[in-house]
């Protein structure tokens, strides 16, 4: 058996809403009304790869605001994660990648890791559950370079292509993009208790020591950069209170500016070249817990999409750093996503 959880309705998705509906101006009832449409849509795609429409599961989390609400520390949401695992008990549990570029993909990815490792004694670890993870976009070399494919058939791929087809308020503005979808291949990376640390993006490296965290960062300049680069760093704390750092890192500067933790000293060594940065961060960690993983984002959007997901930490005693290996897949039976 097969259950699939929409986390978001997509309802925060004003551009083909405005071409489709024609109207420039979008209040809630709009959106809510959007957010029906696109429940409908999935529904509809689920029927063509031959499943009930009561396999779904519908949570209404707000659109374009995960990683808000993660970064926030937002407890609820992790506990209706945590009951719907817990209600299915599933043997495979397919969820998005840290790596995704898309911001609400990759902070669900986290809430998950989060949820499995401190709800469930590490399902993972006690072979419980299998924890597979997607890529729906970017190229993250730490996804791909150990990411095993899943061969398809040509029925397979057209019965793909007539489920995206349902898809209509997705397609309206990105046709070539999301059809293209139904022929690439599926790609998954199987989740290991003690996965290591693997840089990704525009985080060349990562190293966590007892009270401190060392992150290497290589900015190149970017035409379309809509805010000034910050990194995030999200943990538990002594209590298991969710906190998240923000460090700020501007365009033509060696000033680093630390949010949210003004008792404590960034010690930064940088180098710019016109917009470009390459440097080091090393930051002070003592807030959060020494036994728990923490998260690190270097965010830099244009427009929607990060140019990274998050990269995981984990705790000091742990090597983090390590080159991309390849894990064995199997199929799944559970899709968490937006």
């Known amino acids: 058996m097969i259950r699939v959880v929409y986390v978001t309705d997509g309802d925060d998705n004003p551009w083909p809403q405005r071409v489709l509906e024609r109207k420039w101006r979008l209040n809630g009832n709009d959106r809510r009304r959007w957010g029906r449409l696109r429940r409908t849509e999935a529904l509809a795609a689920l029927r063509v790869l031959g499943m009930h429409g009561s396999a779904a599961c519908f949570l209404g989390l707000p659109d374009q605001k995960l990683s808000a609400m993660l970064m926030r520390g937002d407890q609820s949401a992790l506990e209706r994660f945590a009951a719907i695992i817990a209600d299915w008990g599933p043997t495979d549990l397919l969820v998005p990648s840290i790596s995704d570029t898309h911001p609400d993909h990759s ?133 298991g209170a969710l906190r998240c750092m923000t460090v700020r890192i501007p365009a033509q500067s060696s000033r680093i500016e630390m949010l949210d933790s003004s008792s404590l000293d960034c010690i930064a060594e940088a180098q710019y070249c016109g917009n470009a940065f390459a440097g080091g961060l090393t930051i002070p960690v003592s ?52």
């Open 287 to 338: 807030i959060f817990s020494s036994a728990s993983a923490i998260f690190v984002k270097l965010e830099r959007r244009s427009w929607f999409f990060d140019e990274a997901g998050w990269v995981k930490i984990p705790p000091p005693e742990s090597q983090p750093i390590a080159k991309p290996q390849r894990d064995e897949v199997e199929a799944g039976l559970m899709s968490i996503g937006t």
């Open 107 to 239: 902070a669900l990815a986290v809430m998950l890791r989060l949820v499995l490792s401190e709800s469930f004694s590490d399902p993972v670890a006690t072979g419980q559950t299998a924890v597979w993870s997607y890529v729906v976009h970017g190229r993250s070399l730490a996804f791909f370079d150990r990411a095993e494919t899943i061969c398809q058939s040509d029925i397979e791929a057209a019965t793909k292509l007539r489920a995206i087809r349902c898809h209509k308020t997705q397609l309206k503005l990105s046709r070539k993009r999301f059809l293209g979808y139904a022929v690439r291949p599926e790609r998954l990376v199987k989740l290991g208790a003690r996965d290591k640390t693997i840089a990704d993006g525009l985080i060349t490296s990562a190293f966590r020591l007892p009270h401190s965290l060392r992150v290497e960062l290589r900015l190149s300049p970017k035409a379309m950069r809509m805010s000034e680069p910050v990194l995030f760093v999200l943990g538990r704390d002594e209590a």
